[in-house]
Structures are given as structure tokens and as C-alpha cells.
């Protein structure tokens, strides 16, 4: 990097240097020791900004960018005022947006409407476009984003809910709405969005688009099949407010990585043009997902997603760890053992994370006590804290299970296993010590509630122990041979 410094400030092959330290600069540890070659003087990357290559002056505002130059601010305004090649536009909007560009804000938006209202050429529409988007970014960057109101609560509206299928018939149950099972979920046609608010074994809440049929996945067919659907007519009698919408587009489903990336952009791009100011495309800042679902052969399914709608139900689940259960398979599992739950137990949960299963117990019905246990003390700090927010009193304890006792047996054992990370030995002994240890901890007809994605593994030491009975198999995750366990004790 050194190099390429001092090549820039002989001013040798310009464009392939600055173009080379851009690249390098993606990289945190990069930036840091860009600024320790420089000491901190830029004056040499701010003069680029006058080269005679445009794409000389477009790396070189990029890279103050990323470097967060705050004294380039006045320069890449006034090298933006006077740019007059369209393509370069853009990339000084967007180093901009890394400072403090405060001061400019209106001449930003004056920018912005002038070119909203501009004719462009055809061959200056593409980059005409990028320059709006940029300008639509920096605005939202440094004034934020004033969602709409949602205030269709009591208005009927047709939503898929989407779990894993060993949910579904308790969705189902849950809710008094007209509906039909999806392999990821269940479609309802809704009146009370509170009840579906209330309930706890769904993941997302996606709004169905109504379409004659799927869409071929082509950014211009899509933005053409959306405008004649009922997008529109769905935002706006759901919300109070004007037009615009911010959005960005997600695709999921059977594409690869680069594909839903590609997609996802080109969609945007297309969509914001062709609704006309209605839906302005904002892929950092919005309140809408347009969501595209790809099936096997290709073809996308469209619905919305309203950040507009608060999602309240796990609010508690503040501090998480990356190999937390999600709330939602915590809340679906606990409705799956709500008819073998015993009233007013006492509970355990042997490796209990940050807590979710034994606040959602407790969410489930009266829990005398409860006491959690994990190796891991950030993940206790972390589970204390969520009890708290949930106004549950749970007594987490920073302990290995196998080496905890305990005054009086427990009525239930509730918990996700831990996988771990060695070899099968090592997983088959943690199974064999769970048995042994349980038996000890848990009453006569006490019950295990187990997940797990050893399934096999579970059921070989259910057998060899001889202390438990299996009441209860529930296949979760079937290709992963996941699955809820109720077992037990004998008597």
C-alpha cells in the first residue's frame, strides 16, 4: 500500500492506482494503515479531483469516502458542481454521504428535484438515475426516514404467514380467520390484525400480491406485472399519509447467492421507475420489502413486507448469541408440549443460552420457579437481561449442568442440546451424561422436553438409560433430523 501511495503522489498510471487502493480500502484494517502512511495529508488524492480523467476524479472521491475525509467536504462539493460527466456524479453524492455534509442539505434537495423533472437523454437516463438514487441516500442518510402510519388494523387483508411445518396446525388452531396450509406457512384472509399480532408461532407476516400468475425473473417483467397488480391499493389502505413509499426489493428461494443480489438490484431499479415516484427505491433506508419468492423453475412470487407493522411479540430478546434458538421456534416448541406442561412447575433449562425457552415457558402458563444454566456467562448477562425486560423472574445460573445440584427435584426439564463441536464421541458422552444427570434432577413423572438435531442419538440413549418413556415425537427440521422430544421418568 505503500507503494501504490507513493505512486499516486508521482502522479504514475493514476487511474490503475487509485482504482488498486479503492479496492484495498474495503478492508478496515487497510484504511487504518492508509492513514498512517499519509499521516493524515489527503491533499494529494483531493488534487485527483481535478484530473482530466473523469475516472481519475471518480476513484479519488471514493476513496475520501471511504477514508471519511472530513476536510474534503468543501473540495468534493465544488468538484460536484462543476462535474459535468454524468457517470461521475454519483460517486462524489456517495463519498459525501460519509461526512458531514449537513450544511448542503437544501442545495442536495434543490439537486434532487431538478433532475426528477428532467427529461434526460436516452443515453443519459441510466446515469441520471444513479445520480437521483445517490441524492435520495445522502437525504435519508443525514435526515432519516419518516415511516408511514399503519392503520390497517381492522381492515381485511389477505397475508401469508410463514413457519416450519410442524407449526402449522397450531397456527391454524390459533387463529378464527379463513385460511389455507403453504408448505411455509399458512394463508389467511385477515380483519383483526391484533390476534394475528398476538400469536407467537409465526415468522414473518408477508402480504400476498394479487397477480394472475407467477412472474418470469426479468427486472423490466417484474416492474410491469407489479404496476397492473395491487400494490398500491394494498400500501395505501394500510397507512395513513402520502406517497412516496421507500422500498428495497429481497428475493429468496431457489436462486443462487450472486443471482438474488443481481435480481434484487436490477428489480429495484426497474420498479422505482416504473411507479412513477409512487415507490422510490431506498436499499439502505425504507419501510417496505418488496418480496420476490423463486420457486425451482424460476419464477417469482411476489408480496410485501411492512416494517410499518411493529412486531412486538419477542421484544424481551434484546441480547442474543449467534447460536441462539430463534424466538419463534422457542414459542412454536412450547406450544407443541402445552398439553403435557404441568401447572405451577418447576422448571430447568440445563443449557439455556440467553433464556428464550424458559420465558416462553412461562409465557405458556403458571411456572413456580424457574432456573437456567450455561457454561457461557455472556450468554447468562445476556438471558438476565431479557428476563428483565420480560418482567419474568428466571434464576440463571453461570454453571456446567453436570456439576449442579439442587435443594428439591424439578417437575420439568426443558431445552434446546447443544451441538457440540467435536468429534461423535464426544457428542454420543454429552447425550449418555444428559440421561444420567436428568434422572437424578427430575421427579417421579417428571418430563423432558428436548430439541434437538440429534435424533438418532437422543433415541439410542432414551433406550439405554431405561429411566424415561418417549410420550411425544414431533419431526421439526425432517432433512436435518431435527426434533422435539417429550419423554418421562418412569415411576
Not at 493514476?14 to 487504518?32: G, S, V
Not at 428532467?118 to 441524492?135: F, G, P, R, S
Not at 396450509?181 to 384472509?189: N, Q, T, Y
Amino acid at each position: 500500500m505503500r507503494e501504490l501511495y507513493e505512486k499516486i503522489c508521482a502522479g504514475e498510471d493514476l487511474r490503475a492506482n487509485l482504482i488498486e487502493l479503492k479496492r484495498q480500502l474495503k478492508i478496515q484494517e487497510n484504511r487504518e494503515d492508509f492513514r498512517e502512511i499519509c499521516g493524515d495529508d489527503h491533499d494529494v488524492i483531493m488534487k485527483c479531483l481535478v484530473d482530466d480523467d473523469p475516472k481519475v476524479r471518480k476513484n479519488a472521491a471514493a476513496i475520501l469516502g471511504a477514508l471519511k475525509v472530513q476536510e474534503s467536504v468543501d473540495v468534493l462539493m465544488d468538484a460536484y458542481r462543476e462535474e459535468e460527466t454524468r457517470f461521475v456524479r454519483p460517486d462524489y453524492v456517495s463519498a459525501l454521504s460519509e461526512l458531514d455534509c449537513v450544511p448542503y442539505l437544501q442545495e442536495f434537495h434543490a439537486r434532487l428535484d431538478e433532475l426528477c423533472s428532467m427529461d434526460a437523454a436516452e443515453d443519459e437516463t441510466k446515469h441520471v438515475q444513479a445520480e437521483i438514487a445517490a441524492l435520495r441516500e445522502l437525504i435519508l442518510k443525514k435526515e432519516g426516514i419518516k415511516k408511514h402510519p399503519f392503520t390497517g388494523y381492522n381492515r381485511t387483508n389477505e397475508v401469508l404467514l410463514t413457519t416450519l411445518p410442524a407449526f402449522r396446525g397450531l397456527l391454524t388452531a390459533d387463529l378464527p380467520f379463513q385460511k389455507k396450509e403453504r408448505p411455509d406457512g399458512i394463508v389467511l384472509s385477515v380483519g383483526d390484525m391484533d390476534l394475528v399480532s398476538e400469536c407467537r408461532y409465526w415468522q414473518e407476516m408477508l402480504f400476498v400480491i394479487s397477480l394472475s400468475g407467477k412472474i418470469p425473473a426479468q427486472a423490466e417483467t417484474v416492474a410491469a406485472a407489479l404496476t397492473q397488480s395491487d400494490l398500491m391499493e394494498i400500501l395505501n389502505k394500510n397507512h395513513s399519509g402520502r406517497e412516496p413509499f421507500y422500498f428495497r426489493v429481497g428475493v429468496t428461494g431457489a436462486v443462487s447467492r450472486e443471482e438474488r443480489s443481481a435480481l434484487a438490484k436490477q428489480a429495484g431499479a426497474a420498479i422505482g421507475q416504473a411507479f412513477s415516484g409512487s415507490l422510490l427505491n431506498s436499499p439502505s433506508h425504507y419501510e417496505v420489502e418488496i418480496r420476490l419468492s423463486a420457486d425451482r423453475e424460476g419464477m417469482l412470487t411476489p408480496y410485501l413486507k411492512l416494517f410499518t407493522l411493529p412486531d412486538n411479540r419477542f421484544c424481551y430478546r434484546r441480547y442474543h448469541v449467534a447460536a441462539g434458538l430463534r424466538p419463534f421456534i422457542a414459542a412454536g416448541l412450547i406450544g407443541l408440549a402445552k398439553p403435557y406442561l404441568k401447572e405451577s412447575a418447576q422448571v430447568l433449562d440445563p443449557f439455556c443460552g440467553v433464556g428464550t425457552l424458559l420465558i416462553e415457558r412461562r409465557y405458556a402458563g403458571p411456572v413456580r420457579s424457574a432456573y437456567g444454566i450455561d457454561t457461557f456467562g455472556e450468554a447468562i448477562e445476556k438471558a438476565r437481561r431479557n428476563a428483565q425486560i420480560a418482567g419474568m423472574p428466571v434464576n440463571y445460573i453461570n454453571r456446567n449442568f453436570f456439576d449442579f445440584t439442587h435443594d428439591y427435584l424439578f417437575d420439568e426439564i426443558i431445552t434446546d442440546m447443544p451441538d457440540p463441536a467435536g468429534d461423535r464421541a464426544e457428542t454420543d458422552a454429552l447425550y449418555h451424561a444428559f440421561f444420567e444427570k436428568s434422572a437424578g434432577l427430575l421427579a417421579e413423572r417428571g418430563r423432558i422436553f428436548c430439541y434437538t438435531k440429534e435424533a438418532g442419538l437422543l433415541k439410542k440413549h432414551l433406550r439405554l438409560s431405561g429411566q424415561f418413556r418417549l410420550l411425544k415425537e414431533f419431526p421439526v427440521l425432517e432433512k436435518s433430523k431435527t426434533g422435539f422430544f417429550i419423554m418421562e421418568r418412569k415411576g
